[in-house]
């Protein structure tokens, strides 16, 4: 037993259990005994390892504190403290027991999520100092007398001053065997540069000056300024191109100025290389980087960067929205509409609604910003919630791309382009101009069916007899693949059925389309980009810097609809959109507007000026009418009304239960029993629909169904889900069946 210290007297704390939060899917939170040299109160946010079931052991975080039950039952001691100080705490760790509140998921499942790998697994905070090298005494004697090659290059440079290791890597090649060699002989050592001072000698340029901002830029910076030092969202409007990132960046560079930190949130596909090296450039502070592409260990070092306040800047992906701010004073999320913002599975949160109640927690003002802003966002700019900044003009001498529209019914089609649209491209290629050919449907062919009998390939794990799930033509035309599991095999040389051998890939998706251009214009390059071309992030920067600006053609998807500035793109032909007009979810319509606008915003980024193409079979269709007329504020005028009318978001709550087991029945009577309980918790104020078959009825051998619940405001959703979701996880059939609960869902 240690002795006790004399600043912590154990009568100040009565004895008290430790609250812990644990990863396990039950609602509770579990209490431990303090570890036995524990002294003082309970390390709310700190890191535990504790015994948990049988012989198992668990990473929590204590939350808080209980008192130790006074009828003598005992309880298990805390294994190991793992943090000195803590990690989830103050407004972070009160802005993630809201969140559990919100999704009505296990508060420790909640933080697991907010934590990266290596510290949900109990790994220590890892150390996030800059090192640098400098001579010793020892090497500054010993420098006259080297002999030529890289040790005594390195010790030159150290000699006129120390470098740290960022800078050593950008222009030493070679460097770290030089200074081990070095090291060994006493003439250079390593030190870690202050904490306190993040900006110095890092390499980092200094910021160069952006272009003078427009009067309409000059507005939206202003009331950005306006709002720093308390909350406010502010919803900055603005065409693709209008200058959007430049009022970002200067709202960053304010809050640098003022000792802030800025947040700023990127969908999946925006956070490119050419994104980073711009806001390097201009901020002349290190920029961190959040995404999927890093390894485990450098996402940990930037959450800790974060947690110290060496990270002053930070570009993130979805994730980034959980990283600890403990200077914040501004958070920006770009392209605020984007898909990838929602976590479809685990913990279902939207980054950009978490980030505006980060942001009212901080005390900061969070801008978001689009092209293309989401219903919701509108919505809130609206009814006076969000400040209304707009942006009408592409910034710079850059011209709005002109739209045409191409009908192509009973036009003879070449992987699915018409002969106008191939003319079309003749012409820009002849011109010394580019093209970006988009097309969202990745693979050869969507379809392969028999010519003899009808026959078509079905992926067996997805389709019911109903409904059949096609399996997409890949490799060419020799592979089949499902785009929903995953299941992959050849293409069969007969038909199963028949036995005939006239089997036809029917459609096109963006590796047809390659082949077709590429024979048809066999003297430019004819480059793809998808996910099947590109799977590392660097990958797509070097096709795209290889293709420079002489003439040729971008065959892609979605991939290509962000992100990158293509300065010599001059066409946009976009194929294949018919299916988006007539889809059965409430959102395609707001999905595909916001596509085509922002594909078509891929055009005349410079000087040159652009044009898009619309190749379509329906070119009266009232969506693309309106949007053509009146853009893509006209656009949501309209489905604004369409919303209210037949009381969707943002005109209502929604929540979705989904449900799915091998069979059908067991996942309808779970979903039955549910919305028993929630009928009876709600009392008539929630809306339930269902059970009903989910939009994919079947994947992967499961069969699946939903209840969707829908209020007109979210306190009595809330208050039903509290109230039934005990019942509902006790209900005999919750074991049996794999079920989620999805609050504001995004695919119905
Ligand atoms: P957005 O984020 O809205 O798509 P950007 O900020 O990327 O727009 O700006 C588009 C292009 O216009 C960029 O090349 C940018 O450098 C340039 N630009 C932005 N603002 C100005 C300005 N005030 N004057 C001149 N060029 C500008
Ligand atoms: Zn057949
Ligand atoms: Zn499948």
Known sequence: MPPARDDAPSTAHPPAAWQVALPVPLARLFDYCPPADARGPAPVGSRVRVPFGASGERIGVVVGSAPIPADGTALKPVSALLDDAPLLHGELLDSLRWLARYTHAPLGEVLATALPGPLRHGEPLPDTRTWAWRLTEAGATALDGMRAGRPRQL??????????EAVLDAVHDGWRAAARSLHGRGLVERFALDDCAPHTATGTPPAAPGPTPNDEQQVAIDAIRGAAGGFAALLLDGVTGSGKTEVYLQAIADCL?????????????????????????????PVHALHSGLSDGERARTWAACLRGQAR??????????????????????????????????????????????????????VLGSATPSLESLHNATGGRYAHLRLTRRAGRAQPPRVRVVDVRKRPLTAGLSPELLADLGQVLQAGGQALVFKNRRGYAPVLLCHDCGWAAHCTRCSTPERGTPMTVHGGGRRLQCHHCGARRPVPNACPDCGGLALQAQGAGTERIEEALAERFPDVPVLRIDRGTTQRRDALEQALAGFGDAPGILVGTQMLAKGHDLPHLTRVAVVGIDEGLFSADFRAPEKLAQLLIQVAGRAGRAEKPGEVLLQTHHPEHPLLATLLSGGYAAFAAEEMEQREAAGFPPFAH??????????????????????????DAAAGAVELSG?????????????RAQLLLSCPTRGPLHAALDTALPAIHALPDARRVRWSLDVDPVDL
């Open 654 to 679: 929604l929540a979705l239960m989904r449900a799915e087991a091998k069979q059908l029945d067991i996942a309808h009577a779970f979903l039955r029993a549910s919305r028993e309980a929630l009928a």
């Open 691 to 703: 059970p009903l078959p989910a939009p994919m009825p079947r994947r992967a051998g499961y069969q």
């Open 155 to 164: 010790a030159q440079a150290l000699h006129a001053g120390s470098l740290d």
């Open 257 to 285: 100025a003022r000792g802030k930190q800025a947040l700023v949130l990127v969908p999946e596909i925006g956070l490119t290389p050419q994104t980073l090296a711009r806001f390097r450039a201009r901020l002349g502070v």
């Open 313 to 366: 800047v930070v570009v993130g992906t979805r994730s980034a929205v959980f990283l600890p701010l403990p200077d914040a004073g501004l958070i920006v999320i770009d392209e605020e509409h984007d898909g990838s913002f929602k976590q479809l599975d685990g913990i279902r949160y939207h980054a950009r609604d978490f980030a505006l109640v980060r942001g009212k927690a901080l005390g900061v003002p969070v």
